[in-house]
């Protein structure tokens, strides 16, 4: 695999972002929760294009970059773009907007979507 300590690096930082929004959504920080487990599907989506050496220099760039080299490809179903777009989209709105319209629940679940990449990739870079 190509870039092997720099996606290792970028999944222990996925693991810690994954803790953090838990922790944070157990606190009732709902906007930073969401943000921080979109974060860690961000790192997710960089590490995997880090191990096919591609490296993009925005969020929308990697976004549609994974789409690129790892859903068209066929090694990822389609919802994992679809859910690293929607929690883009949401992070925004959490982290730009004074009163954000987020609540909980949708927190949540992109918290257990992270928790999805991750699992996902990983097994994907075993196979690698």
């Not at 720099?6 to 953090?20: F, G, N, P, Q």
């Not at 921080?36 to 760039?61: E, I, N, P």
């Not at 790892?70 to 992070?91: C, I, M, N, W």
Request: zero cysteines; glycine letters at 4%.
């Amino acid at each position: 695999m190509k870039n092997e300590t720099e996606v290792r690096d970028y999944l222990a930082k996925t693991r810690e972002e994954i803790t953090t929004s838990s922790d944070l959504l157990g606190l009732s920080h709902v906007a930073a929760s969401l943000s921080r487990a979109y974060y860690a599907m961000y790192y997710v989506a960089q590490a995997l294009l880090l191990s096919v050496d591609k490296s993009y220099s925005t969020h929308k760039g990697t976004i549609n970059g994974f789409a690129e080299h790892f859903v068209k490809t066929g090694e990822f179903a389609p919802h994992y773009r679809k859910r690293l777009a929607q929690s883009f989209d949401l992070r925004m709105e959490a982290d730009y907007d004074p009163t954000p319209d987020v609540d909980a629940a949708s927190a949540r679940e992109v918290l257990i979507w992270a928790e999805e990449f991750l699992a996902a990739a990983e097994e994907y870079l075993k196979k690698v």
